[in-house]
């Protein structure tokens, strides 16, 4: 199992020490960077900055928002970072929720399965560019009906006409979906615990994958994981526990939560339940300790080195090829230190 490095969301600004992490992922000996976007900074421009210091590991997004681009743009933009990064690009990719979605992009989040095939579809044309683009809809129609457009071929040559699309996706239908049409799966709030069912989506989608993708063998899955690092599994836990809060409680709606839905497919109904609670009461600190330390340690990792250490051993025996580190990006030369 490999090791990423994942910079995480902006507040109001950068996190701080995560160009220095970045900078400095080579020597770790990590395989990947991701970045992130959500309604405040974009994924693909630190991506470019950052990674431009680094020579050997992988640059993903994690994850691009569809929505925020039309299918074309992505695929230009993409062609464009491998080609600058020497072919080190993967373009992770991203429904997110009817709260951005609707509320940021003014866009409709309907069929989100449908929409990401299509999104998919024309992103895959583009790059391997052996004729001009077209796609019937409904969501990208190419070229637009009854006007002056024309279907177009991109003017740049892509460096790898094959590069990896990886889908993030949570629900079992975006899981299947992700293995059927897709080179990688990001899942966030994995569980050693639920591997079993994983492999049972992920089985289902290869069963109808085509024959002009990457074979199965080489799927990857690629989990986002917090991690904190701290003198005891419990003050380290205490780190995440906001984390988790913020996720189960304030990221998305109250009726439309992927993440809560996550969570609450490990058993924690109750503590769902008293997080959104609290958390939508304006009781953040209230939230986060109601997340139980059981949680924490099923879906990120907490602790001293040592306990690290212990703790990625059930995580090597799961479907995961590559553990996303997610943390203080000055805490990431230790914990890489513990998981190595």
Not at 36 to 61: I, N, Q
Not at 81 to 91: I, K, Q
Not at 238 to 256: C, D, F, N, R
Request: hydrophobic share 45%; net charge negative.
């Amino acid at each position: 199992m490999r090791l990423g490095f994942h910079t995480g969301y902006w507040s109001s600004g950068p996190p701080p020490g995560a160009a220095e992490a970045v900078a400095g992922a080579d020597a770790l000996s990590l395989d990947s960077v991701w970045t992130a976007e959500a309604y405040g900074s974009d994924a693909l421009t630190p991506l470019a900055w950052w990674g431009a210091a680094t020579s050997r590991v992988r640059l993903g997004t994690g994850i691009a928002q569809m929505s925020a681009r039309t299918p074309t743009a992505t695929a230009m933009a993409a062609l464009t970072l491998d080609h600058l990064s020497g072919g080190r690009f993967v373009l992770g990719l991203g429904a997110s929720g009817p709260q951005v979605v609707e509320g940021w992009y003014g866009q409709s989040y309907a069929k989100p399965l449908a929409r990401t095939r299509e999104y998919l579809a024309i992103v895959r044309g583009v790059l391997r560019r052996e004729e001009p683009v077209t796609a019937p809809g409904p969501a990208y129609p190419l070229p637009l009906p009854g006007r002056e457009g024309k279907a177009l071929r991109s003017t740049v040559h892509p460096l790898r006409a094959d590069l990896p699309i990886h889908l993030a996706a949570q629900g079992p239908r975006n899981t299947a979906l992700a293995a059927e049409i897709a080179d990688g799966w990001l899942p966030a709030f994995f569980s050693p615990r639920l591997d079993g069912a994983a492999r049972g989506h992920l089985e289902e989608g290869f069963a109808r994958r085509s024959g002009d993708l990457r074979p199965a063998a080489e799927f990857e899955v690629c989990a986002s994981v917090p991690v904190a690092v701290g003198a005891d599994v419990e003050s380290a836990a205490a780190l995440l526990k906001p984390h988790i809060a913020l996720y189960v409680g304030g990221m998305g709606s109250e009726a439309t939560n992927f993440h809560r839905e996550a969570v609450l497919r490990l058993g924690y109904d109750d503590a769902c339940a008293e997080v959104t609670e609290r958390y939508l009461a304006g009781d953040k600190a209230g939230a986060a300790a109601a997340v139980p330390t059981e949680l924490v340690l099923d879906v990120a990792l907490a602790g001293s080195p040592s306990d690290l250490a212990s703790q990625v051993r059930t995580w090597e025996a799961t479907c995961v090829t590559t553990l996303i580190i997610q943390t203080d990006p000055r805490a990431l030369p230790t914990i890489a230190a513990a998981l190595t």
